[in-house]
T-cell receptor, first 116, second 115 residues
Framework: DAGVTQSPTHLIKTRGQQVTLRCSPK?????VSWYQQALGQGPQFIFQ???????QRGNFPDRFSGHQFPNYSSELNVNALLLGDSALYLC???????????????FGPGTRLTVT | AQSVTQPDIHITVSEGASLELRCNYS??????LFWYVQSPGQGLQLLLK??????LVQGIKGFEAEFKRSQSSFNLRKPSVHWSDAAEYFC?????????????FGKGTKLSVIP
């Protein structure tokens, strides 16, 4: 049973550039959430996608956008990168119809983004 | 705003010793509480969760946690620590309210284990 997968593992970008990160949820899960984890901090919620729509959003600017595909996989896009966007980006999946519902979230290994 | 506090930034214990990691949450609607563990360079692994019912919950890897509403706490415990438990531990919460699915995390507690 494949867990949550993310790509790429590492990424280096320059300020002002745009980046796309990808996530495939755990088998049987239909909801994807994205989190940003800065160095030495706990993860912070960016947004959540279900049925190909953004359902909830944290306190992040519009430069952060996402998409969910019919196969439940998801992308996180960040435009006009800032140095402060350097972080580990974590994808978590959950299943509305599973016992834990959308609250029981399983995380992928993350994508380490470095902005120079 | 809901928040989670982990008072200890770094804890060091000897292998075989008992462990307790503290977590306090801001008072609010019925909380759903979680403990996650993160090894260096890795994602988060769910150790255990509390939704309702028995206030003492068992998790994977021999961990347990106790929910104490009167103290707004959800402390993580293990009777005997193994060297492989060295990692960072995060307490997280969400609410039972409709539409409240985002996890709010504490800043984490780094656990070091002395052989």
């Amino acid at each position: 049973d494949a867990g949550v997968t993310q790509s790429p593992t590492h990424l280096i970008k320059t300020r002002g550039q745009q980046v796309t990160l990808r996530c495939s949820p755990k088998s049987g899960h239909d909801t994807v959430s994205w989190y940003q984890q800065a160095l030495g901090q706990g993860p912070q919620f960016i947004f959540q996608y279900y049925e190909e729509e953004e359902r909830q959003r944290g306190n992040f600017p519009d430069r952060f956008s996402g998409h969910q595909f019919p196969n439940y996989s998801s992308e996180l896009n960040v435009n006009a990168l800032l140095l402060g966007d350097s972080a580990l980006y974590l994808c978590a999946s959950s299943g509305l119809r599973l016992a834990g519902g959308l609250r029981e979230q399983y995380f992928g290994p993350g994508t380490r983004l470095t902005v120079t | 705003a809901q928040s989670v506090t982990q008072p200890d930034i770094h804890i060091t214990v000897s292998e075989g010793a008992s462990l307790e990691l503290r977590c306090n949450y801001s008072y609010g609607a019925t909380p759903y509480l979680f403990w996650y563990v993160q090894s260096p360079g890795q994602g988060l692994q769910l150790l255990l969760k509390y939704f309702s019912g028995d206030t003492l919950v068992q998790g994977i890897k021999g961990f347990e946690a106790e929910f104490k509403r009167s103290q707004s706490s959800f402390n993580l415990r293990k009777p005997s620590v193994h060297w492989s438990d060295a990692a960072e531990y995060f307490c997280a919460r969400t609410y039972s309210g409709a539409g409240s699915y985002q996890l709010t995390f504490g800043k984490g507690t780094k656990l070091s284990v002395i052989p």
